[in-house]
């Protein structure tokens, strides 16, 4: 194709979608955000930088237009009020847009719900068809947790995940939909993140390309190791990293320490195959947008601000470390915290699980927690909590699923949680893609407020939206060339 094609962003987050998408070689035209937080950090690394405080919340403002914030390409408001806008929608549609793209919340998504508005759960989905609708597209691509291809409840007939598919094949002017299961580990993320794609291209276009529906795509199933006779099919990315090619956690933040980087950037050390994601999120000024490229020579690290620990969570911290490289579980404190025996039946029990350990017990950071069995019952006795989540990574395997708590997750050597910027890692943004507005929020206001932790945990991951991308693209060049040869 002679121009970048042209996409849509809508449910935008931070942009993680769109930072791959733009790796991909699409060119942005408006995307759509109602967190003003989340916006903001979309804006200052697509738009352009952020001048004052004043400024974000004049353009963020209610009292903006739609039309207003179309044209910096970017809409702080539900999509409802976009639908809204005759005029700004004309425009869109006049702009022979080639994707539109976005991850609506579709867990309760029932094809029943376009008939009751008062069902909140379906409204966003069916608003993103309505603009599907109205736009057409060449192309439409919505990601979302792997979880909705679970039925919803037990009266359930079909999934949601199901029920969007029939709605996206069943939207004017039609269009031929392939289902993906895809991982962000198989993509080149640290991560193991599994979440469900639909990729939908136009009837129109799969008429001329002969293309129709198949089956449900895995992106495990390109492993030929594991799946030598399974056919990609046309509308499906490839995945590239199986086996000993996925990356960890390791591969991820080896170079972070707790005042920043640990070494220069043209450092020997990045010269180790492992030591190649890192430097490329940090120095790589091709795959970042003309926006962050432009002060990418910036030598201090973004984002990573060290939470403050109580000792007494170090010291909790430094066990759950220690407890993991012995193989047993954090759980080992919710022993003493549920048990209804005396001092020392809680350490007779403590004691079936701790008998091989490894003694003195030695946190990764080198403190010694514990000098004998006795000491160690002592200290997971006196560390006792009924929380489950809290656990630390694994150095040498992908990171789990990041989530927007930032209290979940141990750092695998030091004793503390991890920051944004490590966050940022496992989800494969670069190093100069700056997050905005505060980091972290109370339980209540998690119900409306997305700080730093919670737009990286929501995000696409970049790599994974870059391959899809990539795919996308192709797909477009190759019905360009064949109309072109017709």
């Known amino acids: 194709m002679q121009n970048a094609p042209k996409y849509i962003d809508l449910f935008s987050g931070c942009g993680g979608l769109s930072l791959g998408l733009e790796a991909a070689g699409f060119k942005l035209v408006v995307a759509v955000e109602k967190s003003d937080m989340a916006a903001e950090t979309f804006y200052h690394n697509f738009i352009g930088r952020i001048p004052s405080k004043e400024f974000w919340k004049n353009y963020s403002s209610k009292d903006t237009s739609v039309a207003t914030q179309a044209k910096s390409k970017l809409i702080v408001k539900e999509l ?120 939908g291209l136009r009837s129109d276009i799969a008429a001329d390309l002969e293309i129709r529906p198949a089956e449900i795509w895995h992106s495990e199933y390109d492993d030929v190791a594991k799946f030598p006779n399974k056919k990609r099919p046309f509308l499906a990315p490839r995945s590239t990293h199986f086996g000993r090619d996925i990356l960890t956690v390791k591969d991820a933040i080896w170079d972070l320490g707790e005042a920043g980087y640990l070494v220069p950037s043209g450092d020997a050390s990045y010269r180790r195959a492992s030591a190649l994601y890192a430097k490329k999120l940090r120095t790589n000024r091709e795959w970042m947008p003309e926006t962050i490229a432009k002060v990418a020579k910036n030598p201090n690290v973004s984002n990573h601000v060290l939470r403050k620990h109580a000792d007494r969570i170090k010291k909790r911290f430094r066990l759950y470390q220690y407890l993991q490289r ?102 494969s943004f670069p190093d100069t893609f700056e997050f905005r507005a505060k980091e972290t929020t109370g339980s209540l206001r998690r119900r409306f407020e997305v700080p730093q932790y919670t737009q990286v945990g929501n995000a696409v991951p970049p790599l994974l939206g870059e391959a899809v991308g990539k795919r996308i693209h192709e797909i477009l060049e190759q019905h360009t060339e064949l109309l072109r040869n017709r």
């Open 80 to 199: 409802q009020a976009l639908l809204d806008s005759p005029e700004v929608v004309d425009n869109l549609r006049s702009r022979d847009i080639d994707l539109i793209a976005g991850g609506p919340p579709c867990q309760g998504f029932s094809l029943a719900g376009r008939r009751d508005p008062d069902d909140a759960r379906n409204q966003l989905p069916w608003q993103f068809i309505e603009l599907v609708e109205k736009i057409t597209p060449k192309m439409v691509l919505i990601e979302n947790v792997s979880g909705i291809r679970q039925n919803f409840n037990k009266y359930t007939k079909e999934s949601p995940f199901e029920n969007l598919k029939k709605a996206l094949e069943c939207t004017a002017p039609g269009y031929v939909v392939q289902s993906l299961l895809v991982n962000a580990m198989h993509f080149g993320a640290p991560q193991h993140r599994p979440r469900v794609m639909l990729v």
């Open 326 to 427: 012995e193989g047993l579980s954090p759980k080992l404190l919710n022993i003493p915290a549920h048990s209804d025996g005396d001092l020392e039946r809680k350490h007779l029990e403590l004691y079936e699980h701790i008998n091989n350990c490894t003694l003195p017990a030695v946190a990764p950071d080198g403190t010694i927690i514990a000098n004998s069995k006795r000491e160690l019952s002592s200290l997971i006795i006196e560390l006792q909590t009924k929380k489950h989540s809290q656990r630390p990574l694994f150095w040498n395997k992908p990171s789990p699923t990041i989530v927007s708590l930032p209290e979940d997750f141990v750092h695998p050597q030091q004793p503390r949680t991890m920051t944004v910027r490590e966050m940022a890692r496992f989800q």
